[in-house]
């Protein structure tokens, strides 16, 4: 029922409140291998960061769809929605970890939603002018609709678990070093501690084929494939049509990608976290947009992590503030970059059918994105200075 372009923006706002546990937590457990701060630490600074705002996404998308008369006719089921996401993604993030975060908020708010609307509807059925009215559907093709999810998130869960992993890395997964650039670059003070020897910079490719997430979502797709009752000569006539439709887009996203590594290791990642680390006590301000300009650039959250997670712990303890804070402000931070990083919005625009379109999506949602950031920006500077969060967490 929504006009594409619509969608696409809608749901490039959504996608912030599960970025920095996405991929069953990497970002925050690639944040850890940068940092050496603790997995499980990182992953509870994050969850009292990232909470505050997961709550106000759904009314924030309801009042960027129709303004603030649209909020006022469901804003209990968009209160619901983001009270339930935000209180379990603080729940699993402290008391579990960051691999099952995601999917465990949004069956909370999922189910909490469902059992809202048992028992209140909203007054009137607000339909924008050219929308598509949207009319009931049947049992049957509601189910068809849910099974490749709920295969999807059996299998995602599944590849969670350590003892899955281990076995199919032991399987197949290999680390190839890459020619003339592994541990051909070396970061000296100050942009790593003095207090550390010079170390040469890894640069290896990981061939874990088995064990990456892609690989379990691929197995779910065609398990759903077969479930829905597709031919195996169908889903490959639909894997290849859907290749040449966004031959395109997959290249700009290994470019994007790529992008990530050269600033790493070219060390502009460096430079440009030096020169904000002059922003002395507003640094918990600027470091927060940091880590929303990497996800930018680099279209992840993870890359994002990698190109200046040690930064922001080298330069919190100069200025004096919390290593722990400022590493999970960078990936908090960034996940309010990811709805204007090119990757995300050639995505979107593929999914949507809205080539070509692609700038109307960036000015859409750019002002979004650095009001958010802007906001998180304002929380860890007050966790910095004012709420004793940080020494929670370490504790």
């Known amino acids: 029922g929504f006009r594409p372009l619509e969608a696409c923006v809608l749901a490039l706002i959504a996608n912030t409140a599960p970025v920095a546990f996405g991929s069953l937590g990497i970002p925050i457990i690639t944040l850890n291998k940068v940092t050496g701060l603790g997995e499980l630490t990182l992953s509870k600074m994050a969850g009292r960061q990232l909470p505050f705002f997961a709550a106000i996404i759904p009314a924030w998308i309801v009042c960027?769809?129709?303004?603030?008369?649209?909020?006022?006719?469901?804003?209990?089921?968009?209160?619901?929605?983001?009270?339930?996401?935000?209180?379990?993604?603080?729940?699993?993030?402290?008391?579990?970890?960051?691999?099952?975060?995601?999917?465990?908020?949004?069956?909370?708010?999922?189910?909490?939603l469902l059992l809202l609307l048992r028992f209140w509807q909203p007054k009137t059925l607000w339909i924008r002018e050219g929308d598509t009215s949207v009319s009931p559907t049947s049992a049957r093709p509601l189910r068809r609709a849910w099974t490749p999810w709920i295969i999807l998130t059996l299998t995602v869960f599944m590849w969670s678990q350590k003892g899955v992993?281990?076995?199919?890395?032991?399987?197949?997964?290999?680390?190839?070093?890459?020619?003339?650039?592994?541990?051909?670059?070396?970061?000296?003070?100050?942009?790593?501690?003095?207090?550390?020897?010079?170390?040469?910079?890894?640069?290896?490719f990981k061939l874990n084929l088995l064990s990456t997430t892609g690989s379990g979502i691929l197995l779910a797709a065609i398990v759903s494939g077969f479930c829905m009752g597709f031919s195996v000569p169908r889903m490959l006539q639909i894997w290849l049509q859907t290749l040449v439709k966004i031959r395109l887009s997959l290249l700009t996203i290994a470019s994007m990608l790529a992008l990530g590594f050269v600033t790493k290791y070219s060390g502009s990642d460096a430079t440009l976290g030096l020169a904000l680390a002059r922003t002395g006590w507003m640094y918990p301000f600027f470091g927060t947009l940091l880590g929303w300009l990497g996800v930018a650039l680099t279209g992840s959250d993870t890359a994002s992590n990698v190109l200046f997670g040690s930064l922001q712990t080298i330069t919190a303890q100069q200025i004096g503030v919390s290593p722990v804070l400022m590493a999970s402000a960078n990936t908090v931070g960034g996940v309010m970059g990811k709805m204007i990083d090119a990757q995300s919005i050639v995505v979107a625009s593929t999914a949507a059918n809205t080539f070509g379109h692609e700038?109307?999506?960036?000015?859409?949602?750019?002002?979004?994105?650095?009001?958010?950031?802007?906001?998180?920006?304002?929380?860890?500077?007050?966790?910095?200075?004012?709420?004793?969060?940080?020494?929670?967490?370490?504790?």
């Open 165 to 204: 992993k281990e076995a199919l890395d032991a399987a197949f997964a290999r680390d190839v070093p890459v020619p003339a650039l592994h541990e051909a670059v070396v970061r000296t003070p100050p942009v790593v501690s003095a207090a550390l020897a010079a170390k040469p910079e890894e640069a290896l």
């Open 64 to 112: 960027a769809y129709g303004g603030w008369r649209a909020l006022r006719g469901v804003w209990p089921a968009a209160l619901t929605a983001g009270v339930a996401f935000a209180l379990m993604q603080f729940i699993m993030s402290n008391y579990h970890g960051p691999m099952l975060v995601d999917i465990a908020s949004a069956l909370a708010a999922t189910a909490a």
């Open 359 to 395: 700038s109307t999506i960036l000015r859409r949602v750019f002002w979004h994105s650095l009001a958010l950031a802007s906001f998180v920006g304002v929380l860890v500077f007050l966790q910095a200075y004012v709420w004793p969060f940080t020494e929670m967490v370490v504790k």
